[in-house]
């Protein structure tokens, strides 16, 4: 069984960095995307940023291209979010996501963890 359980969110002040963390487990997934995806108070989960796992291919959102950096490490079977410069509109939670590369639509989900942006 597929489990995803991020970890890393918290209370930060603008311009200052987090580093999330998506620990990946129930199988290989080396044919999945692996996602970020967020949610801020009254809005519509939105797309952060992708990394095609064995590629290492990436793709971002406009709004946090520059600043945000998606990775993986392998071994650890974990995803990565650096997230860089941050402004108080980063507030939200923060999801991740996988999907095989064949399907349309991300099929597992974490928990999500909380990222607060503000002085």
């Known amino acids: 069984q597929v489990q995803l359980v991020e970890s890393g969110g918290g209370l930060v002040q603008p311009g200052g960095s987090l580093r999330l963390s998506c620990a990946a487990s129930?199988?290989?997934?080396?044919?999945?995307?692996m996602g970020w995806f967020r949610q801020a108070p009254g809005k519509a989960r939105e797309f952060v940023a992708s990394?095609?796992?064995?590629?290492?291919?990436?793709n971002y959102a406009n709004s946090v291209k520059g600043r945000f950096t998606i990775s993986s490490d392998n071994a650890k079977n974990t995803v990565y979010l650096q997230m860089n410069s941050l402004k108080p509109e980063d507030t939200a939670v923060y999801y991740c996501?996988?999907?095989?590369?064949?399907?349309?639509?991300?099929?597992?989900w974490g928990q999500g963890t909380q990222v607060t942006v503000s002085s």
């Open positions: 996501a996988a999907r095989q590369v064949m399907a349309t639509e991300y099929t597992y």
């Open positions: 129930g199988r290989t997934f080396n044919n999945y995307f």
């Open positions: 990394i095609y796992w064995s590629v290492g291919n990436t």
